[in-house]
């Protein structure tokens, strides 16, 4: 089976500070996939990379960065976290292919900035 | 980017009881995915859709692709406490030179309550 581990299931951060999510897949899928997940407001892509060092920015990157050194890992970066990007965040990974390709996703970290 | 409407947002049930949960565009979908995420988890594939007037059956969850594409519905019958979740479909862009993105509805928060 698929394997996409977040790093933490909670955490909890202060205003200002650079926080750092981290996701493992140990399917060698192409793609990689960060959203977040609000109430109300289902999940937003943030960014996604489609093989090691590429990026491409999602619906809402604005406060994120991503990176992607090794094919397994993508990590997303709040360069200064604010009270706006308390949400739940998910990762996911998949093949690449023109569509129709299921993600695979993380059971999400669920990140309160105070 | 493909807007996908869900309706209805919030469903509660009986233990027993039928119910029908829909995912709408103005555009034409290349697939449709449906996902169900359930409390504390990642959102997992149920199914994906291809071919307009498609029916794919899952136990009791019967899943239905429009002719004109532009349309999916999702039947579950006699529902189970163990279907509570959220429903979400989801619709691929595909790119030809950057990998395939998708396009989530805000989903169906299903309880079903014994």
């Known amino acids: 089976d698929v394997k996409v581990t977040q790093s933490s299931r909670y955490l909890v951060k202060r205003t200002g500070e650079k926080v750092f999510l981290e996701c493992v897949q140990d399917m060698d899928h192409e793609n990689m996939f960060w959203y977040r997940q609000d109430p109300g407001l289902g999940l937003r892509l943030i960014y996604f990379s489609y093989d090691v060092k590429m990026k491409e920015k999602g619906d809402i990157p604005e406060g994120y960065s991503v990176s992607r050194e090794k094919k397994e890992r993508f990590s997303l970066i709040l360069e200064s976290a604010s009270t706006n990007q308390t949400s739940m965040y998910l990762c996911?990974?998949?093949?690449w292919g023109a569509g129709n390709q299921p993600q695979h996703f993380g059971d999400g970290t669920r990140l309160s900035i105070l | 980017t493909q807007l996908l409407e869900q309706s209805p947002q919030f469903l509660s049930i009986q233990e027993g009881e039928n119910l029908t949960v829909y995912c709408n565009s103005s555009?034409?979908?290349?697939?449709l995915q449906w996902y169900r995420q359930e409390p504390g988890e990642g959102p997992v594939l149920l199914v994906t859709?291809?071919?307009?007037?498609e029916v794919k059956k899952l136990k009791r969850l019967t899943f239905q692709f429009g002719d004109a594409r532009k349309d999916s519905s999702l039947h579950i019958t006699a529902a189970q406490p163990g279907d509570t979740g959220l429903y979400l479909c989801?619709?691929?862009?595909?790119?030809?030179?950057?990998?395939?993105?998708?396009?989530f509805g805000e989903g169906t928060q299903l309880t079903v309550n014994p």
């Open positions: 859709v291809v071919t307009g007037g």
């Open positions: 555009s034409v979908f290349s697939s």
């Open positions: 989801a619709s691929y862009t595909a790119r030809e030179t950057s990998g395939s993105r998708l396009t």
């Open positions: 996911a990974s998949s093949f």
